[in-house]
């Protein structure tokens, strides 16, 4: 059974950073384009990174300059390096990837982890 599980979130200040992994584990046959969202309580789930399999990046307006997504292929994790962390990112983070197993390409989610940025 394929799954995604992040870890790394937790409380942090106000110009303090985190980093978050996402491993993927099971029957995979490839992994594409892999993404980190976040969620803050009453708002829309939001890109926040993108990464493509061979590490080309793209970032929301908000975090660049400040985050970086990077990916181990052979391990199948995916990590987000967050600096200058603000009140604002203060949210739930998950991530993200269409993956090829043996019943063929399903979009599959993590179970989130949070992230809280305040003083």
């Known amino acids: 059974q394929v799954q995604l599980v992040e870890s790394g979130g937790g409380l942090v200040q106000p110009g303090g950073s985190l980093r978050l992994s996402c491993a993927a584990s099971?029957?995979?046959?490839?992994?594409?384009?892999m993404g980190w969202f976040r969620q803050a309580p009453g708002k829309q789930r939001e890109l926040v990174a993108r990464?493509?399999?061979?590490?080309?990046?793209n970032y929301a307006d908000s975090v660049k300059g400040r985050f970086t997504v990077s990916r181990d292929n052979v391990n199948r994790i995916m990590y987000l390096e967050m600096n200058s962390l603000k009140p604002e990112d203060t949210a739930v983070y998950f991530c993200?990837?269409?993956?090829?197993?043996?019943?063929?390409?399903?979009?599959?989610w993590g179970q989130g982890t949070q992230v809280t940025v305040s003083s």
């Open positions: 993200n990837a269409p993956i090829l197993g043996v019943d063929g390409w399903k979009d599959y």
């Open positions: 099971g029957s995979i046959l490839r992994i594409n384009d």
């Open positions: 990464i493509t399999l061979r590490g080309d990046t």
